[in-house]
């Protein structure tokens, strides 16, 4: 007797349909189980025979072939599992599977169904694909539940599933897991806890309104994470379809909550500088998994201690950085995955962290604090629209209460000006190439004049000319004004390095 | 330590110089623009005089004397701790071939070839106080080299002399600790001339003349941006902000402008005040 059902695997953000045959025939009593399984899914073979006698049902004593369609794709993982156990108990008494339908999920010997990663997505790709009904492991339910137009039920065990195909005791499908309303303020960090460092938050607010990569260099201890740390906080909470590709994200690397698998806040993520290229960009064995900059999707990555990253780690940033995301290959083939981020990098001025401070003497030779420097020029900063100084802050402030804007209003000007630059050309100020800029952002004659009277007198490269017309440009959004007006362009120009002319 | 004899150095361009005096300016490589601005200052009227200016070629204050006497029209001569044949730091080739063709000379006890040790160093501090009638040290942090080239001065009876600076200054640590240690106070050219008894030339018509030489009219400066810079230590333009109760992105564009005018200069840690206006030094 034959039965066929339907599972799904992941390549990336990508399912790949598998379609399970068991056959159940006369002969000598065995299991196969064929169609290119890797280890990992070959052992479903004792975990699927365990789980079907302990559920009290019955296991065929003939010769059983499970096969795994298509036979050329490389199968990984216990997701498979559910649908592998579902073929055999049909296929024993001969009844015919459900239409449309497809299992997700690893089986525990009592019969239990278990968690497995990336039930979002291979979810919404079923649903994308004309799957009308999907088994989910009961822990995973309210995750796969935040996908409309297909419905979700979610299987406690391997009989309650059995059941519900027979027709016996039916099971209640996951209600839709309504996208909660965003939170209105909720601000893990506000920009108002900061003491000082005015500099530096202005910057910040820019670089929110206008999407625009940021460098923060000052000494240790002068606050740089926390500064960076505020940035999610003041970026316009997530849009549904944003927190769904975060969830994405989260849902493969099995790290959603089940309860509020949907989140509102922005990603912050802060890989540490001794992170591999795989842990930052992706990768791994067989398919890839998504790295720290795809964690960051949507959100902030804070690259702290730049100059302590390797260069080559530094120069896969650059990819993502200009296309939003990155593509991997691996031996299990090629996925891509989202990675649109804000960066936040920061770094000390010299391995001391003390040149230029005038307050204490700088201990680092001038060829140190040169070939330190050399590391952080190149392609990277070129990419990056905004670079502010930041100075330890007086003690007597620090004793004050501090004194500043809370993120909710900065928050406010961020959004609006947001909105005002994506009426006007459809994206982000910092997306904006040269000729686009000449039609966005046209400047009038005195704001020209200024601009290229700096960029004259201080050797400017084209880039770094471009980059502070688009921070002008942004300066205005906040102002609320059309027109880029003189002042605009001089506050530009003053977010750059001293040494970084470029 | 025995500092080699004159003769005995290995020497690029015209060395010994013609007769006279010779001063040694000498100071730290991390200089505020004060120190730099009074270096330079101080070497190219020294030079104008007639006095062969001493220096060790580094960046900072170094630089700054070798380019003032240069700019005077002067002699100077580079002490290498290095072969005379090794530019260290490589940045300075240009600096020291203006030199050799300004006649004067590169000159090194050490023979060619000879890379830069950091042990070389203190030896050539020696050789500098060695080979001059007097040591001028303009800007010194605490551990600074230019203190050893003041210890050996006072080992070969030659006379210290410093220049003062802010007391919140780092670099002027050094400097004021040899002051009240007995050194003599520099503040202006005549002060050196004085010390190397050359007699009172023309340059210096009016010996009591404050420095006065802030780069551009206050009056210009509505907001008075400019007169809370210092000169030596720079000052953030959050720290502005805070004090004129101006709004950052405002404080920001105004110290562009400034920038743009020649009138502030902004370094690492934020701006300064420029000491000399349109000389956009970098």
């Known amino acids: 007797m034959l039965a066929t059902v339907d599972s799904c695997l992941l390549a990336g953000l990508e399912g790949r349909l598998v379609e399970v045959q068991a056959d159940a025939g006369n002969g000598k009593t065995e299991f196969q189980l064929v169609g290119l399984a890797a280890t990992s899914v070959r052992e479903a073979r004792q975990r699927v025979r365990s789980a079907i006698k302990n559920s009290a049902l019955p296991f065929p004593l003939a010769r059983l072939t499970v096969n795994l369609a298509p036979p050329e794709m490389r199968k990984e993982g216990s997701t498979l599992d559910l649908a592998i156990a579902v073929s055999i108990v049909l296929a024993h008494d001969g009844r015919k599977p459900p239409p449309r339908t497809a299992y997700l999920g690893e089986l525990a010997l009592d019969g239990a169904v278990r968690h497995v990663d990336g039930v979002l997505v291979a979810v919404r790709w079923l649903r994308d694909h004309g799957f009308g009904t999907v088994f989910v492991p009961a822990a995973d339910a309210a995750e796969a539940a935040l996908v409309d137009g297909i419905q979700v039920m979610p299987s406690r065990d391997l009989a309650s599933v059995i059941a519900h195909v027979a027709g016996d005791a039916p099971i209640a499908p996951q209600p839709a897991t309504a996208p909660s309303l965003p939170p209105s303020a909720e601000i893990e960090l506000d920009l108002a806890d900061v003491h000082g460092q005015e500099e530096a938050k202005r910057a910040l607010e820019i670089a929110a309104a206008g999407g625009h990569h940021v460098l923060m260099s000052g000494p240790p201890g002068a606050g740089k994470t926390m500064l960076a740390r505020c940035l999610a906080g003041i970026l316009p909470p997530l849009a549904l379809d944003e927190a769904l590709e975060v969830a994405q994200i989260r849902s493969l690397l099995g790290e959603l909550p089940a309860h509020t698998p949907l989140d509102w806040v922005r990603p912050f993520r802060a890989p540490h500088h001794g992170v591999s290229m795989a842990g930052l960009i992706g990768g791994g064995a067989g398919v890839a998994q998504p790295g720290e900059i795809s964690r960051a999707h949507n959100g902030v990555l804070f690259v702290d201690e730049l100059a302590e990253f390797q260069a080559s780690v530094l120069q896969a940033l650059r990819q993502p950085l200009e296309a939003g995301r990155i593509t991997i290959t691996r031996s299990g083939g090629s996925v891509a995955f989202p990675a649109r981020f804000t960066l936040v990098a920061a770094t000390n001025p010299c391995p001391c962290g003390w040149a230029g401070d005038g307050r204490r003497a700088c201990r680092c030779t001038p060829a140190v604090v040169d070939a330190y420097r050399r590391k952080l020029s190149g392609p990277l900063l070129d990419r990056i629209d905004l670079k502010v100084n930041v100075r330890r802050v007086p003690p007597t402030l620090l004793a004050n209460e501090p004194v500043g804007e809370r993120s909710a209003i900065v928050r406010e000007r961020v959004i609006a000006a947001r909105a005002q630059e994506l009426e006007r050309q459809g994206c982000l100020n910092a997306f904006l190439k040269p000729a686009r800029l000449r039609r966005h952002a046209a400047l009038e004659s005195a704001p020209r004049k200024t601009l290229e009277r700096w960029a004259e007198q201080q050797g400017l490269s084209a880039r770094g000319f471009h980059r502070a017309w688009r921070v002008a440009r942004t300066a205005a959004d906040l102002d609320g004004s059309d027109q880029i007006a003189e002042h605009h362009v001089l506050e530009a120009l003053g977010y750059r390095l001293h040494d970084a002319a470029a | ?282």
Request: no cysteine.
């Open chain 2, 1 to 282: 330590m025995q500092p080699p004899d004159e003769a005995s150095l290995h020497a690029r361009g015209r060395w010994p110089p013609a007769p006279g005096p010779r001063a040694a300016i000498v100071g730290s490589r991390n200089a505020s623009p004060y120190g730099e601005a009074v270096a330079e200052e101080l070497a190219r009227e020294l030079a104008a005089a007639g006095v062969v200016i001493v220096s060790g070629l580094a960046v900072g204050i170094d630089a700054a004397a070798h380019r003032g006497a240069l700019n005077g029209g002067g002699v100077t001569v580079a002490v290498m701790g290095t072969g005379v044949d090794i530019v260290y730091p490589a940045a300075h080739g240009e600096l020291a071939a203006r030199i050799i063709a300004g006649g004067g000379a590169l000159v090194s006890q050490f023979p060619d070839g000879t890379l830069p040790r950091r042990h070389q160093f203190p030896a050539r501090n020696w050789t500098m106080a060695a080979i001059s009638d007097v040591v001028v040290v303009v800007e010194a942090d605490q551990r600074s080299g230019a203190l050893i080239t003041a210890e050996a001065a006072l080992e070969l009876s030659k006379d210290v002399m410093a220049v003062p600076g802010s007391v919140f200054s780092p670099m002027s640590v050094g400097t004021h600790g040899l002051i009240r240690d007995g050194a003599a106070l520099v503040q202006n050219t005549r002060d050196v001339l004085a010390a190397l008894k050359v007699p009172r030339s023309e340059v210096l018509d009016d010996p009591l003349k404050t420095p006065q030489r802030l780069g551009f009219e206050l009056g210009r400066d509505a907001d008075g941006i400019v007169i809370h810079l210092s000169d030596t230590m720079a000052v953030s333009a959050a720290e502005l902000a805070r004090k004129l109760q101006l709004p950052i992105a405002e404080v920001v564009g105004r110290l562009t402008s400034l920038e743009l005018e020649g009138a502030v200069r902004r370094l690492d840690a934020g701006y300064v005040r420029s000491l000399r206006r349109g000389k956009g030094r970098a």
